[in-house]
């Protein structure tokens, strides 16, 4: 039962180039969570989307970024004009449910091992 | 954003029982506490996670206080691959990640 896939597993842009990174949750599962991690930072949380649809992107920055989960293939993350400052870990996690969909969530979420992004 | 609170580093000798404390005092009555942990820079791993009962499972215990307002990680014979960065969640609508206890266990 194979996890949550992310590739690249690592990823070097020029300043100004486009970053795509993909995510194939786990069998089985409609949810996907992307993550920020900043050097010697914590994870900070970027946006949650279903099969088609934009959940909640509250942690998203409002500019260059953009996130998508298509009906079929993986979830995307897309970073337009990279600039240094986007250099990080970025984590993607899969859920069976929602976290949006109970009050008392009771499923854990699954992460893959991230892409590591390097602008130069 | 994270409703936990957590130390920031704690040693342990190798073979010695491990106890991470997390304080949520704010936690609602239906939320749940997850425990994950993220060996240098690999993905974030699941250990855990509880209501109200404690609970165990092959990689650790779960001990939560009567009142919900916080709980412990317990590893009970730590080893030195268990050395890593420990975080206490408490579910809402997401799941937020703070900073941390760094764990480090010693020979």
């Known amino acids: 039962n194979a996890g949550v896939m992310q590739n690249p597993r690592h990823l070097v842009r020029r300043r100004g180039q486009e970053a795509r990174l993909r995510c194939s949750p786990m069998?089985?599962?409609?949810?996907v969570y992307w993550y920020r991690q900043l050097p010697e930072e914590g994870l900070k949380f970027m946006v949650y989307?279903?099969?088609?649809?934009?959940?909640?992107e509250s942690g998203m920055p409002k500019e260059r970024f953009s996130a998508e989960f298509p009906k079929e293939g993986p979830s995307i993350l897309r970073i337009q004009q990279v600039v240094r400052g986007d250099s990080a870990a970025y984590f993607c996690a899969s859920s069976p449910i929602g976290t949006d969909e109970s009050s008392s969530y009771n499923s854990p979420l699954h992460f893959g091992n991230g892409t590591r992004l390097t602008v130069t | 954003d994270a409703k936990t609170t957590q130390p920031t580093s704690m040693d342990c000798a190798e073979g010695r029982a491990a106890n991470l404390p997390c304080n949520h005092s704010t936690i609602s009555g239906n939320e749940y506490v997850y425990w994950y942990r993220q060996i240098h820079s690999q993905g974030p791993q699941y250990i855990i996670h509880g209501l109200k009962n404690n609970e165990t499972n092959e990689m650790a215990s779960l001990i939560i206080t009567e009142d919900r307002k916080s709980s412990t990680l317990i590893l009970p014979h730590a080893t030195l691959r268990d050395t890593a960065v420990y975080y206490c969640i408490v579910s809402g609508n997401q799941f937020y990640f703070g900073t941390g206890t760094s764990l480090t266990v010693i020979p």
């Open positions: 069998k089985g599962h409609s949810h």
């Open positions: 989307l279903q099969k088609e649809n934009i959940i909640d």
